[in-house]
Every structure is written in C-alpha cells, then in structure tokens.
C-alpha cells in the first residue's frame, strides 16, 4: 500500500513530441504528489507537484494531470527537447506523515534530436 | 539560489569501518531528510529529522544508522560498520517546513554521496 507503481521504465520522443509518464498509488492517505527530475550525478531537483484538490497542474511545458477516482497521476511534457533527457521520478507523501516521500522507480526519457 | 551542499561527493570505505556523510541544509530551514538510492533504482527514505530529534525512519534506518546536527549548519549521517549493501548514493534533503495541514513543502535535495564500501 505505501508503493507507488510508475511506468514505463524508460521512454524515447522525439524532439517535439510529447512525453508521457504515468503513475499509480494505492494508499488514499497520500496527499502530495511530486515530480522530480534527475540529471546523471546529481540529486533529484522538484519539478512540479500538485495536491488531490485538483485535476490538472501546468508549469511550462509540465503539466500533471491527475485522477483521483483512479488513484492515477500523470506528468506530460510538452514539446519534448534533448535538454529534457533524464530520469524522472513520481512521489507521494500522506499526512500526518513527517513528509517522508515514497518514490516511484523511476523513468529514463531519452528525447531524440 | 541557497542549495544543499554534501561532503564528500565520493566515499569509499572498508566494509565494517564507520562513515559520516556531512550536510549542510538550505539555511532557513527547519526539516532535514536522509534518502538513498542504490545504483539504478529508486529514491527510498531513510529518516527525517527536526528539533533535534529524529522525527521518522524507515526500516533500513537501523542501528547501524545515526543522524546528528552538531552545529547550526551540518547535518550528518553516520554508518557504525559499513556493509557491502550501504553501497549508494546517499541524498540530503531539507525542507522550510513540515507536510502538515494540507500544506505541502517542497524537499530541496542536495547531490549527493557516492558510497562505495569494499
């Protein structure tokens, strides 16, 4: 219950194209659902997060949609560049948890020039 | 833009002799967090710490494990008797505040340690 399933495991766009990475959760108490993004070497930097209370979150070219009937979170990447190649990581936290994050496994994203 | 800074970046160890892995948190904040990340998997929590006093930890966080702020700034990690399974990078985190009353704070990790215990 306190995993969170993401897929897939690795991902090729091409440049310009949309990437597509999808997570899942059991646990309703999970209340906080971050991205990170993961450059080889270095440590996961926050990318967007969004809260249960709401459907969909944009930033740029990020947007998280998300599904709570489902138990589904998603982040879309538009416009996919080279510069977006990393690993990205879906996480949940729950209260009254301390704010310890439960990752997913994690997606490399190869973007083709 | 304030950052979390790790020392060493690379670690290398005998199996059974103690490591510490130093943090300096972001500097107005209150949360600190230990993860690791075995090569090619995911992020797994290790502990949380606030006020001085563990706030959280995992069950890989064992007795192996301590975590300590002996000053204003560091904040440490220490592994008694390194096995061959320590072997990760090791992510600091902090944060401004805690993840409570439906407000969310966002966890700024640092780059990180390579531990490599032979």
């Known amino acids: 219950q306190q995993q969170v399933k993401q897929s897939p495991q690795s991902l090729i766009v091409q440049k310009g194209g949309i990437s597509i990475i999808n997570c899942a959760y059991e646990?309703?108490?999970?209340?906080?659902f971050p991205w990170y993004q993961q450059f080889p070497g270095k440590g996961p930097a926050l990318l967007i997060a969004?809260?249960?209370?709401?459907s969909e979150k944009k930033e740029g070219r990020f947007t998280i949609s998300f599904n709570k009937s489902a138990k589904q979170f998603s982040l879309h990447i538009m416009d996919s560049q080279p510069g977006d190649s990393a690993t990205y990581f879906c996480a949940a936290s729950m209260r009254p948890s301390q704010g310890n994050l439960i990752f997913g496994k994690g997606t490399k994203l190869s973007v083709k020039p | 833009e304030p950052e979390v800074t790790q020392t060493p970046s690379h670690q290398v160890t005998q199996m059974g002799q103690e490591v510490i892995l130093r943090c300096v948190p972001i500097?107005?904040?209150?949360?600190f967090y230990w993860y690791r990340q075995i090569l090619g998997q995911k992020v797994e929590f290790l502990v949380s710490f606030y006020n001085n006093e563990i706030s959280e930890k995992s069950e890989i966080f064992d007795d192996q494990f301590s975590v300590e702020r002996p000053d204003g700034s560091n904040f440490t990690l220490k592994i008694r008797s390194t096995k061959l399974e320590d072997s990760a990078m090791y992510f600091c985190?902090?944060?401004?505040?805690?993840?409570?009353?439906?407000?969310?704070?966002?966890?700024?990790f640092g780059p990180g340690t390579r531990l490599t215990v032979t």
């Open positions: 500097s107005n904040h209150l949360y």
């Open positions: 985190a902090s944060s401004e505040a805690r993840f409570s009353a439906g407000i969310s704070y966002e966890q700024y």
């Open positions: 969004i809260r249960p209370d709401v």
């Open positions: 646990n309703t108490a999970f209340d906080y």
